[in-house]
C-alpha cells in the first residue's frame, strides 16, 4: 500500500520505519526540512532502537521518501497517518494548531483528488475533537463529504520512546475509530498479525481510550511512588513491597475495581486508607494522591444526592443498601450516607435488600445501625414488589442479581437509578439512568 505520514516525530517516523518493514511503500511529510533531508537519505531524524536499521533498510528496497510537498504526498498515497505534535497551551488546553493546519493543508488536495482518500489521525486528541474540529474542517477545505469522498479513522497510538518499535510490532492492543466499518477493517489490515486484540469502535472511544491509558499510567506511577516513600521512611524496601503485591493478579494487577460505579466504604477501604494517610502525615510526607482518594470518594456520595435531589420526587426506595450483595455488612455503606441525608431532608424512604434482617444484626454492624439509623427497621420492606408498587424513583445499590428485573418490571413513571450497573442495561427502559454512563 502507498501510505503518506505526516509529522516525522516520534510516532511517524517509527511508523514510517515499522510499515515500511511490512512492505508498504511510505512517503514522509514534515514542514521541518531537515528531517526531510534526513529521511531521504534514510537516516533517523530521531535516536530510537533498532530504527536506523529499519529505515536505512526501507531506503534500500525503494519504500522510503520524504516530501515537503502536501499535494505530492496525498497524491501518491490511497492512506495518509497524521502524526503531528498536539502539545499543551500555557492553560493546560490541548492545543490542536497543528492538527488544524494540516488538515487545511490535506483538504485542499482532497478537493482536488479524484480517489476515495483514508485518513488515520494517530496524534492524541481529545473525544470529539475528530467528529467536531477535524471533520468539518476537513469537509470544509475539501468541499467533499467524510464517509463517502474521504475517510476518517482514529487509531491511538501506544508506544514509548526508547522501546517504540518493539512497541508497534508488540502492541497491548490495536484500537480503531470509524465511522465506516468496511474502512475500519480496511486498516486493521495495516496491522494484520500483529499480537493483541484488534479493537473496531467509535471515533469518540477512541480517542478516549488513549486518555485513560495515559492517565492511568501516571495514577500507577505516582502510586507506586507515594507509596515508596512511606516504605523508605518505615525502614522497608518498597522494591520488596511491591512485589509482593504486583504478585497478587486477582485483586490488585487485575480488571477488578476498575468499572466506574458508585463509592467505595464497608468496614475495610476507608479507615486503611484513613489509617495510611495519617501515618503519612505522622512521617513527614506529603501524599497527596492517597489524600485525594476519600475526598474523591465524597465527591461522588455528593454527586449521586444531588442527582436524586434533581429528580424532584418524594417518594423513594433503596434496593440494595448493604455495602455489597449477599452481605449484611452495613458499616461505613456509602449507600448509608445517601440514606441518612434523605432522611434528614423528609424524603419518604422504603428500603429493601434481602441479606439485612436486622433482628439477625449484631455486634459493631448493630452497634453501626444503632448510632447511624436507628430507625432503619421501620423503613425496611420485605419484597423488591413493594418498591415497584408505588415508589417514585427506585435507587439500585448493589449488585443482587434479583435487582435486574427492575429495567424491565419498572413503570415509565418510575425512574430506576442504577449505582452498580446491574445486568443487560440495552434492554432498560427509557426512565433508566445509570450514576456515570
Ligand atoms: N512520543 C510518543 O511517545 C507518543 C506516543 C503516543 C502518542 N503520541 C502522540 O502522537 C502525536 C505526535 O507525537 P510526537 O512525539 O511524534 O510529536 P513530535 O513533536 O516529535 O513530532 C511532530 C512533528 O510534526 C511536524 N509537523 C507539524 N506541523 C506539520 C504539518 N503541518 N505538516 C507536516 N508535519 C508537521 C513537526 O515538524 C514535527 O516533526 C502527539 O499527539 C502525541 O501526543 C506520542
Redo the contacts with the bound molecule.
Keep these: 500500500m502507498n501510505i503518506s505520514i505526516?509529522?516525522?516525530?516520534?510516532?511517524?517516523v517509527v511508523s514510517a520505519g515499522c510499515l515500511a518493514s511490512r512492505g508498504h511503500k511510505i512517503i514522509g511529510?514534515?514542514?521541518?526540512e531537515n528531517?526531510v533531508d534526513m529521511l531521504n537519505k534514510g537516516i533517523s531524524p530521531?535516536i530510537e532502537k533498532d530504527l536506523p536499521e529499519l529505515l536505512s533498510q526501507a531506503k534500500e528496497k525503494g519504500l522510503l521518501s520524504a516530501t515537503t510537498d502536501?499535494a505530492n504526498a496525498i497524491n501518491s498515497s490511497e492512506i495518509s497517518l497524521i502524526?503531528?505534535?498536539?502539545p499543551s497551551r500555557a492553560n493546560g488546553s490541548l492545543n490542536t494548531k497543528?492538527i488544524e493546519?494540516?488538515c487545511e493543508?490535506i483538504g485542499d488536495c482532497l478537493k482536488l483528488k479524484k480517489d476515495a482518500h483514508i485518513l488515520i489521525f494517530?496524534?492524541?486528541?481529545l473525544p470529539g475533537t475528530n467528529r467536531e474540529t477535524i471533520i468539518p474542517l476537513l469537509e470544509k477545505r475539501s468541499e467533499k463529504k467524510e464517509g463517502k469522498d474521504f475517510f476518517v479513522v482514529f487509531n491511538?497510538?501506544?508506544?514509548?520512546?526508547g522501546t517504540?518499535v518493539y512497541d508497534f510490532n508488540n502492541p497491548p492492543k490495536t484500537v480503531i475509530g470509524a465511522s465506516t466499518p468496511s474502512i475500519a477493517d480496511k486498516v486493521l489490515k495495516l496491522y494484520e498479525g500483529l499480537p493483541g486484540p484488534m479493537i473496531k469502535t467509535t471515533l469518540e472511544v477512541a480517542e478516549m481510550v488513549?486518555y485513560v491509558d495515559n492517565n492511568f499510567h501516571a495514577l500507577k506511577i505516582t502510586f507506586a511512588n507515594e507509596i515508596g516513600h512511606i516504605c523508605k521512611k518505615l525502614g522497608l524496601d518498597s522494591h520488596d513491597v511491591m512485589n509482593i503485591f504486583m504478585q497478587d493478579t486477582k485483586l490488585n494487577i487485575s480488571t477488578y475495581y476498575l468499572k466506574p460505579g458508585f463509592a467505595f466504604g464497608g468496614s475495610c477501604l476507608p479507615k486503611d486508607l484513613r489509617a495510611i494517610n495519617y501515618m503519612a502525615k505522622m512521617l513527614d510526607l506529603e501524599t497527596p494522591l492517597l489524600n485525594s482518594l476519600m475526598h474523591s470518594n465524597n465527591v461522588q456520595i455528593l454527586a449521586t444526592i444531588k442527582q436524586i435531589i434533581l429528580y424532584g420526587k418524594k417518594k423513594i426506595g433503596i434496593a440494595g443498601f448493604s455495602f455489597k450483595a449477599g452481605t449484611d455488612d452495613l458499616r461505613e455503606s456509602p449507600i448509608i450516607e445517601v440514606i441518612e441525608t434523605l432522611l434528614g431532608k423528609g424524603y419518604d424512604l422504603k428500603l429493601y435488600d434481602k441479606s439485612v434482617s436486622i433482628a439477625k444484626l449484631m455486634g459493631a454492624n448493630k452497634e453501626y445501625i444503632n448510632n447511624h439509623i436507628p430507625h432503619i427497621s421501620s423503613l425496611m420492606v420485605d419484597s423488591l414488589d413493594v418498591l415497584l408498587k408505588d415508589r417514585e424513583v427506585i435507587i439500585i445499590g448493589n449488585n443482587d442479581k434479583e435487582f435486574e428485573r427492575l429495567l424491565s418490571d419498572s413503570r415509565e413513571d418510575q425512574i430506576i437509578y442504577d449505582l452498580v450497573r446491574i445486568g443487560a442495561i440495552s434492554n432498560a427502559r427509557s426512565n433508566y439512568q445509570g450514576i456515570c454512563w
Design positions: 505526516f509529522g516525522l516525530g516520534y510516532v511517524g511529510v514534515d514542514i521541518n528531517k530521531i502536501t502524526c503531528v505534535g498536539t497543528y493546519n494540516v493543508q494517530r496524534s492524541t486528541m491511538p497510538e501506544f508506544l514509548r520512546e517504540a488513549k
